[in-house]
Structure formats: structure tokens, C-alpha cells
């Protein structure tokens, strides 16, 4: 093996360290780190015009256009007012990135939550949390139309409508700088429109919900500044980490490893909810791709099939991964390293598109599932469910790697939920040893939804459709959050089938997390 990073450890089976090397030596030839750095689109097979690719790589110095003094003021001005919460509302990378930094942070300033959810149980759940005269809702979408999006500001919009306790995060333009304009919106931070929504999370779009929380912006945007640094060299052995992260992620995809498997633990446990919707709509597409796995409980090597490559998030006192796997170990020094986090897995992501021929910026498939969700909902459309046990049956017959088997659940999301879907994706890959997913729509529609379609066909999907305790209404639209809900599950669905995907689908009666360990028990 000639080409080791400096920075953090790897252990690679003999037999696949000849591919990663060649393609080390390939992105040196090519100066691809050069090209990336040059915002050259013929580095991804594209040209200035090329739709979502030369106008796609302004998050290579986003960080470093912040005014950390700015969004700490405008935080203390509103804990100053009197405000409380600040209420997120937005989806995949409008909404992911606040995730994570809610989830690792402490709220120093305002209580953070994020609502990406069109289920009624999971908007009652944060109306129950907070009071509207003491929140501030957050209404973010680069494009300003998001259907979830701007139902969700209708919404709570309708029980406060008020401007003073709205602000936006969009592009400029958009139409919802026009809508905050005509209702008074407090305030609207408009976001540099070459960022693509997956590479925001050093944006407006990551940035100021973290500032709203008191989250340690300095730290974040210092830890940036180093990954860049480090990403900025020619020499994937001698420095730059990412490129030759990049490289090799490619290189093992290729060679059949193409599952990409998260281990974090601590503090940054969520950071997989981020990385999946980066990595898989950046590189799922024409047929190929990496799929991000996130939160799969870890299990005995054995259990495992050979088209695995893990990444280790490692804190201080975790201990090493032991596997005969491809393993690649990072340090990380708790929530404050999210910063330096976020610009290297971007950095990567970028380089793994040109080893796989890919524009890492666009997302073909993603269109899609909203266009067969438009017409559920005009058709009012409905798919029949499965027995629990037949869907099981059906679904997991034969499967083996490298197929996987993405579970997709339309319920309000909860720590119980997830602990009760982690015991269903055990007992799958103990059944199997395939490799499992788990997401909650629509989140995952603007997440791994577009690798679902356009990336790799070994995809096995399981639809779980939970209906709400009480509907919740949407202001001038002729549906509800269910029936907005129950169509996005429909249309995707359809649109899974209609690339010869096999799909069943399952009714969770009574309570999700209950019904979703019956599922275990049952194949157990």
C-alpha cells in the first residue's frame, strides 16, 4: 500500500488496496483537487451550462462568508424579545443539518426543534411543546415552493399570524422572499443560490438555526477553515485527507463495496442523518452510486456481506472497529468538530463523483416521486397493504448482498420508533446479512429517495404507514397533512414499482414503535 493518509487510520483487505492505490494515483494525474478548488464542471463530464453543476460549488468557501457577530446578535435579540423556541420547518437539506446541531448541542439560547414531517401526530407533538406567542418559526427552502415546506408556514402561520415570529432561509428571489415580504417577516437571510441544498450545513440554511440554539459558531466555522486547508493539496497521501477519502470511496464502490456504513457514537451520534441525504443523492443516480447506511446496529463481522466499507467516527475512548472489513477511522473531538466535519465529507462526496463519472450536484430522480405524489393527491389514489407476514416473506425471499433493504416509515418520528426499527434491521441482516436502511418520510424522499430510483437496482423496499391520532389542516389547499402524507407514501411507491423495484407495503396499527417490533418478532 503506497498512498496511506497522514491524518486518520485505515485498515484495507489485501486484495483491494490495488484498486484504491490506482485510483489515488488517477486523481493525482488528473489534479483533480486542483480542478475541484478551480470550480472546473469538466472535472464531472459537464461545462458552464451544464445545469446543477458549474453554478453548484459555492460551498467551497461558504463558512468563511459568515458573520458569526451578526447571527449571535440577532439570537440575544430574540431571547431579549422574549422568544423561547425556534420551530425549523424544512426538509432535506434545509432541515438536516439543524438536526444534527440540535441533537449534539446544548440550547444556550432558544430551544431548537425541526419539523420535516407531514405527519398530523408529529406537528401536534411540537405544537405541544411550544407556545406560539414565544416561538419563532424558522420557514426554510432554497427554492421557496417546497410543498412540505410551505404547508408546514401556512400552518402554524394560520395559529400566529404574525411576521414577527417568522424568519426565512431561502435564495434570492425565491418566492418565499416574496411571501415574507407581504406578511412582514421579521427577518429574511438570503443564502449564496451556488450552494446546493445537500452542501449547505456551512450556509444560512445550517448556520443560523445553530445561532438561534447558541450553538459555538466560531468553533464550527474555525473547524471549516482547517478541513479546507487540509482538502487544498495535491498529495492524497502527504495532507489531503479528503481527496483521498473521495478517491477511495470510489475505488471500493467499484470494486463491489458500496455500502457505506457509519459508526458514530457520543455526542455527534446523529451526524448519519446528514451524511445519508449528501452521500446518496450526490452519487445515487444512472444505476451506480454509494449507499449511505446510518444507525444500523453493529453486529459480528460474520453478519456482514462483502460489499461493506465502514467509516468510523472515532471520540476519544471509543474503541477501534475490529472487522475484517474495509475500515476507515477518523478522530473527532465532540460536537465543536461538526464544522471541520461537514466541509471534509463534502469535500469527499465532490472527488467520489468524479471516480464514479457523476455529477455529484443534481438530483434526476428526485422529480419523480413528487410528480406521482401531485397526482395521488389529485386522484385521491390508494394502494392496497400487505399481511404483515406475507410483505416479510415476499420481500426478504432470496435477498442476500448485494441487495439491501431500505425501510421507509410514514409515522411521526421518535426515540422509540428508531430503537424499535433498529431491532427490525438486526433481524433482516442476521436473516440475510443484507444491508439495511431506515428513514422516515417524506424526509428520506429529499434524502436517500433519489438512490432509491437512480442508484444501484438491488433495492428492497418496506413501506410502514401509520395514520395520525387527528388530522391537522392546511390553510387554501384542498388536502390535509394526512392525506398530503398518505399520497407522498403512494407516489413513491408507484414510482419504486415503476423501475422494477420490489415494494410491499404495511399498515402499523396501534402504536408505531410496538407494531414495528412485532414486525421483528415476527421474522425473528
Given amino acids: 500500500m503506497t498512498s496511506l493518509p497522514t491524518t486518520f487510520d485505515v485498515a484495507l483487505p489485501e486484495e483491494l488496496r490495488a484498486p484504491v492505490d490506482a485510483e489515488l494515483e488517477r486523481a493525482r494525474a488528473e489534479d483533480v483537487a486542483q480542478r475541484v478548488w478551480a470550480k472546473d464542471p469538466t472535472l464531472w463530464g459537464g461545462d458552464a451550462d451544464t445545469p446543477e453543476l458549474a453554478n453548484r460549488l459555492g460551498w467551497l468557501d461558504a463558512a468563511g462568508k459568515v458573520d458569526v457577530d451578526e447571527l449571535e446578535a440577532y439570537a440575544h435579540e430574540l431571547t431579549e424579545d422574549g422568544f423561547k423556541d425556534a420551530v425549523v420547518l424544512g426538509m432535506g437539506g434545509s432541515s438536516l443539518a439543524p ?26 407533538a411540537v405544537e405541544a411543546r411550544t407556545s406560539p406567542d414565544t416561538t419563532v418559526y424558522v420557514v426554510s427552502t432554497k427554492s421557496g415552493g417546497t410543498i412540505e415546506t ?26 418565499l422572499e416574496e411571501l415574507a415580504r407581504e406578511r412582514g417577516f421579521r427577518r429574511t437571510f438570503l443564502a449564496d443560490p451556488d450552494i446546493g441544498g445537500r452542501y449547505s450545513a456551512l450556509s444560512p440554511f445550517g448556520l443560523v438555526p445553530a445561532a438561534l440554539m447558541g450553538a459555538p459558531l466560531q468553533a464550527l466555522i474555525d473547524g471549516a477553515a482547517v478541513a479546507e486547508e487540509a482538502c487544498a493539496g495535491d498529495d492524497p497521501a502527504g495532507g489531503n485527507s479528503g481527496l483521498w477519502l473521495g478517491a477511495a470511496l470510489g475505488a471500493l464502490a467499484k470494486a463491489g463495496r458500496d455500502k457505506l456504513t457509519f459508526v458514530v457514537t457520543g455526542s455527534i451520534a446523529s451526524f448519519g442523518l446528514w451524511a445519508e441525504q449528501l452521500v446518496a443523492e450526490s452519487t445515487g443516480k444512472h444505476g451506480r452510486g454509494i449507499l449511505p447506511v446510518a444507525d444500523e446496529p453493529l453486529g459480528a463481522p460474520e453478519e456482514y456481506g462483502d460489499d461493506r466499507v465502514f467509516v468510523h467516527l472515532r471520540g476519544e475512548g471509543d474503541e477501534p472497529l475490529r472487522t475484517h472489513h474495509p475500515v476507515v477511522s477518523l478522530p473527532v473531538r465532540g460536537p465543536e468538530d461538526l464544522g471541520r466535519i461537514f466541509f471534509f465529507a463534502e469535500f469527499a462526496t465532490a472527488v467520489a463523483g468524479w471516480s464514479l463519472e457523476l455529477n455529484p450536484f443534481d438530483q434526476p430522480n428526485v422529480q419523480e416521486a413528487k410528480d406521482n405524489t401531485s397526482r395521488a393527491l389529485d386522484e385521491r389514489a390508494e394502494e392496497p397493504f400487505a399481511e404483515p407476514a406475507d410483505a416479510l416473506r415476499t420481500l426478504l425471499h432470496g435477498a442476500a448482498p448485494p441487495a439491501y433493504v431500505a425501510i421507509m416509515a410514514y409515522a411521526p418520528p421518535s426515540a422509540e420508533l428508531d430503537a424499535a426499527a433498529a431491532e427490525l434491521r438486526a433481524a433482516i441482516r442476521v436473516a440475510t446479512k443484507a444491508t439495511t436502511t431506515f428513514g422516515y418520510g417524506p424526509r428520506f424522499l429529499h434524502s436517500t429517495g433519489q438512490y432509491h430510483k437512480g442508484g444501484a437496482p438491488t433495492g428492497r423496499f418496506l413501506q410502514l404507514v401509520s395514520d395520525a391520532a387527528q388530522d391537522a389542516e392546511i390553510p387554501d389547499r384542498p388536502f390535509t397533512f394526512e392525506q398530503l402524507k398518505r399520497a407522498q407514501a403512494v407516489g413513491d411507491l408507484r414510482t419504486l414499482r415503476s423501475h422494477d423495484l420490489p415494494a410491499e407495503r404495511i399498515q402499523l396499527k396501534g402504536h408505531p414503535a410496538a407494531a414495528v417490533r412485532a414486525l421483528a418478532e415476527e421474522l425473528r
Avoid at 102 to 121: G, I, K, P, Q, Y
Avoid at 163 to 172: C, K, N, S
Fill in 99 to 124: 438536526e444534527v446541531f440540535a441533537r449534539s448541542f446544548e440550547a444556550r439560547c432558544l430551544n431548537l426543534h425541526v419539523l420535516d414531517s407531514t405527519d398530523a401526530d408529529a406537528i401536534a
Fill in 150 to 175: 410551505r404547508s408546514l408556514a401556512d400552518h402554524f402561520w394560520s395559529a400566529k399570524p404574525d411576521g414577527r415570529h417568522f424568519v426565512a432561509i431561502t435564495d434570492p428571489g425565491s418566492s
